[in-house]
Structures are given as structure tokens and as C-alpha cells.
């Protein structure tokens, strides 16, 4: 038999690449998601007759399609495009787990659905090469990337601060100590990741800038080559060659686009992964950080002792689940499950750090 979950991620498919297309502006890519949210839906369909179950009884999307669906809402839908494409590894493992266990023959589409969406939106006539062009920096958007950069960012600084906090608690029962140590904790871990996340952004920024200038001067110098080159592009991507010039010609009369296009294909460079600023970038890693770390120091601004440990361990405990389901809108996991599994990971790792800590207050002592 096969289970709810993997119909459940089917249904959810569906439902988001529905949401997209009525918020589509351009009728060819919504049809082109609606195409895809018929794919999706056909799956789920036929996954619950083989297991003798209506079409009447399918279940309807599930918290986590809607609670994406108001990110879209307030944050724009590329956020939704972009985590509901990063999912397609979550989407292709559950459909070839269901097949494998029903024993029903596979289709290439499990395996592919990004790459059916890209194909089909290629090798629509009606949508032109400028439409085309504005869908491959949609479907790479940042959406799915920026979320988990939130996630994982709190995680981060809930995790290591928590164990800090813990491995000084066990050291010493003193309450201005463990504050002290974990607002030491919280602004240098913050710090640290501010002046990382700078370097990075900074530094990839100065490379690919210097790529795409070289790119630029090609075609400015060589504007039929750089034609040629699109035609080829769009021509490995099984385009027909007739179609692939009347694309790249197109493209080619706005030379900024026809760059950003060049630049990705030829350099495997996105342009818009460039325009963020590294101060924000920065302080947004320190925000996030510094979010995580505070959740286990704030028990210790009001209380000391056993109490201000268990008030600590009981709010990061908390936090951990919420991180850990909220990491299930990237993965389509069980909420239950992954929020238990971040919790047990985190409150191990704390107990380890405070049960070091402990020995070697004991050993100071002594």
C-alpha cells in the first residue's frame, strides 16, 4: 500500500503550481503551471486507484502548501516557485518510493519535474524569447534559498549558544556569569557570521563582476557571435534551430538581456544573486543569528540556578521544534518528525556541553 504522505506531496505539487498560475500575469506561463499542476494531480490520482481509494477521498493540500501560499501572499510568489522547485528531489524520491512499492512501471516525468516545466515553456511558440529569458531568472530566484538562509541562520544560533549557555551553567550555577557568557556568545557568533556572509558576498561579487565585464566587451565588439552563441544555447536545450534564431534574435536587441543570458549560460553566473548588498547581507546573518542565540540566554536575565537552566532548556526546546517544522516547508517531512528530531539533536548536544562543563567546574574546584 502506499502511504498518505506520498499522494500528500503530489496534492501539494498541484496545489502550488495552481497557485502560481492564477497569479500568473502572463497567460502562457499559467498555462504552462496549470499544465504542471494537471501532472501533479494525475499522480495523486493514480497512485489512490492502484491502492483501490475515490478520487472523491484524496485528501486536500496540507499546511504546509498553505502556509506557503501566504508567503506568496505577503513576500511575493517567486518565493513559492523557488521552494517548490528546490523540492523536486523530495517530490522525485517520494514518486519512485511509491512505485517501487506498488510495483507499477516508472515514467521518465517522476524523476524530471523541473525539467518538464522547462521543456514545456521552451517549446511553447507562443511564449517569446524575452518571456523565456524572464522564467529562467524566476525559477532561480532566491526564494527557496533566502527562506532556508532564515531557517538555518536562527538554527545556528539557537544551537551553539544553547550549548554554550548549558556548558557554562554546568561549570558555574552563577547567573551573571551565564548571561555574561551568552551575550558574549550571541554578539560573537552574530559578529562572526555579519563579517563571513561580507567576505563571501563581497568577494564573489569582485570576481563575477570582472567575468561579466569581459562578457559584456564581447558583445559589444561581437554582437553577431554573441547571436550565434544564444542559437546554440537555446538549440542544446532542444529547441529547433528555426525557433532558437527567432529567439535569439529577439533577445539580442536588448543587449542587457541578452548579457544576463550569456553570463549564466556561458559562466554558470545569475546577475540578481549580485544586486543584494554585502551590508545587508551581513546584517541580515547577524539578525538571524542573534535571533537563534538570545532564545537560551533570556531565562538568565531574570533567574539563576537550576530554574534559569530548565527555563533555558525548556524554551530552547521549544524553539528547536519550531525551527525543525518549520525546515519541513523544503523537505514535505512530518512537522512531528522533524521537529522532534531537531529538539532530541539539540537538547543532546547542550547535555553534552553541560555535562563537560560540569566535570570541569567540579575539577576547578577540587
Given at each position: 500500500?502506499i502511504?498518505l504522505?506520498?499522494i500528500?506531496?503530489?496534492i501539494d505539487?498541484?496545489f502550488?503550481?495552481?497557485i502560481?498560475?492564477?497569479?500568473e500575469?502572463?497567460s502562457?506561463?499559467a498555462?504552462?503551471?496549470?499544465?504542471?499542476?494537471?501532472?501533479?494531480?494525475?499522480?495523486a490520482v493514480?497512485?489512490a486507484?492502484?491502492?483501490?481509494?475515490l478520487?472523491?477521498?484524496?485528501?486536500?493540500?496540507s499546511?504546509?502548501?498553505?502556509?506557503?501560499r501566504t508567503?506568496?501572499?505577503?513576500?511575493?510568489?517567486?518565493?513559492?516557485?523557488?521552494v517548490?522547485?528546490?523540492?523536486?528531489?523530495?517530490i522525485s524520491?517520494a514518486v519512485?518510493?511509491?512505485?517501487?512499492?506498488?510495483?507499477?512501471?516508472?515514467?521518465i516525468?517522476?524523476?524530471?519535474?523541473?525539467?518538464?516545466?522547462?521543456?514545456?515553456?521552451?517549446n511553447?511558440?507562443?511564449?517569446s524569447?524575452?518571456?523565456?529569458?524572464?522564467?529562467?531568472?524566476?525559477?532561480?530566484?532566491?526564494?527557496?534559498n533566502a527562506?532556508r538562509?532564515?531557517?538555518?541562520?536562527g538554527n545556528?544560533?539557537?544551537v551553539s549558544?544553547?550549548?554554550l549557555v548549558m556548558g557554562?551553567?554546568g561549570?558555574?550555577?552563577g547567573?551573571?556569569?551565564?548571561l555574561?557568557?551568552?551575550?558574549?556568545?550571541?554578539l560573537?557568533?552574530?559578529l562572526?557570521?555579519a563579517?563571513?556572509?561580507w567576505?563571501?558576498?563581497k568577494?564573489?561579487?569582485?570576481?563575477f563582476?570582472?567575468?561579466?565585464?569581459?562578457e559584456m566587451d564581447?558583445?559589444?565588439?561581437?554582437?553577431?557571435?554573441?547571436?550565434k552563441?544564444l542559437?546554440?544555447?537555446?538549440?542544446?536545450k532542444?529547441i529547433?534551430?528555426?525557433?532558437?534564431?527567432?529567439?535569439?534574435?529577439d533577445i539580442?536587441?536588448?543587449k542587457?538581456?541578452a548579457?544576463?543570458?550569456?553570463?549564466?549560460?556561458e559562466?554558470?553566473?545569475n546577475?540578481?544573486d549580485?544586486?543584494g548588498?554585502?551590508m545587508?547581507?551581513a546584517i541580515?546573518?547577524?539578525?538571524?543569528?542573534a535571533?537563534g542565540?538570545?532564545?537560551p540566554?533570556?531565562?538568565?536575565f531574570?533567574m539563576?540556578?537550576?530554574?534559569?537552566?530548565?527555563?533555558?532548556?525548556?524554551s530552547?526546546?521549544v524553539?528547536l521544534?519550531?525551527?525543525?517544522?518549520?525546515?519541513?516547508?523544503?523537505?514535505g517531512?512530518s512537522v512531528?518528525?522533524s521537529g522532534?528530531?531537531?529538539?532530541?539533536f539539540?537538547l543532546i548536544?547542550?547535555?553534552?556541553?553541560?555535562g563537560?562543563g560540569?566535570?570541569i567546574?567540579?575539577?576547578?574546584?577540587?
Amino acid at each position: 500500500m502506499i502511504d498518505l504522505q506520498s499522494i500528500q506531496t503530489e496534492i501539494d505539487a498541484s496545489f502550488l503550481y495552481k497557485i502560481l498560475a492564477e497569479n500568473e500575469s502572463d497567460s502562457n506561463v499559467a498555462d504552462v503551471f496549470h499544465q504542471m499542476s494537471a501532472i501533479e494531480m494525475s499522480h495523486a490520482v493514480a497512485f489512490a486507484q492502484k491502492n483501490n481509494m475515490l478520487e472523491k477521498d484524496l485528501p486536500g493540500p496540507s499546511l504546509r502548501a498553505k502556509t506557503l501560499r501566504t508567503i506568496g501572499k505577503v513576500f511575493g510568489y517567486n518565493y513559492v516557485l523557488g521552494v517548490l522547485l528546490d523540492t523536486e528531489k523530495s517530490i522525485s524520491s517520494a514518486v519512485v518510493g511509491a512505485r517501487k512499492r506498488t510495483q507499477t512501471a516508472p515514467s521518465i516525468s517522476d524523476t524530471a519535474h523541473v525539467t518538464i516545466l522547462k521543456n514545456i515553456i521552451q517549446n511553447n511558440k507562443h511564449i517569446s524569447g524575452t518571456t523565456l529569458a524572464r522564467f529562467e531568472k524566476r525559477h532561480r530566484s532566491v526564494g527557496g534559498n533566502a527562506l532556508r538562509a532564515a531557517v538555518l541562520g536562527g538554527n545556528d544560533g539557537l544551537v551553539s549558544n544553547f550549548s554554550l549557555v548549558m556548558g557554562i551553567a554546568g561549570a558555574t550555577s552563577g547567573q551573571n556569569e551565564v548571561l555574561l557568557t551568552g551575550l558574549a556568545g550571541l554578539l560573537a557568533g552574530a559578529l562572526s557570521m555579519a563579517l563571513g556572509e561580507w567576505i563571501s558576498v563581497k568577494s564573489s561579487q569582485e570576481l563575477f563582476e570582472n567575468q561579466m565585464q569581459l562578457e559584456m566587451d564581447e558583445l559589444e565588439t561581437n554582437p553577431e557571435g554573441e547571436e550565434k552563441e544564444l542559437v546554440l544555447i537555446y538549440m542544446s536545450k532542444g529547441i529547433e534551430e528555426v525557433q532558437a534564431k527567432s529567439m535569439a534574435k529577439d533577445i539580442i536587441q536588448n543587449k542587457s538581456l541578452a548579457h544576463d543570458i550569456l553570463v549564466k549560460e556561458e559562466l554558470g553566473i545569475n546577475p540578481e544573486d549580485l544586486e543584494g548588498s554585502a551590508m545587508e547581507a551581513a546584517i541580515t546573518s547577524f539578525v538571524l543569528f542573534a535571533f537563534g542565540a538570545v532564545i537560551p540566554v533570556l531565562p538568565f536575565f531574570f533567574m539563576g540556578g537550576m530554574n534559569a537552566i530548565i527555563l533555558s532548556a525548556a524554551s530552547s526546546a521549544v524553539g528547536l521544534f519550531i525551527i525543525g517544522a518549520s525546515i519541513t516547508l523544503f523537505t514535505g517531512k512530518s512537522v512531528l518528525y522533524s521537529g522532534m528530531r531537531q529538539v532530541v539533536f539539540g537538547l543532546i548536544a547542550a547535555a553534552i556541553t553541560f555535562g563537560i562543563g560540569h566535570f570541569i567546574g567540579i575539577s576547578l574546584a577540587g
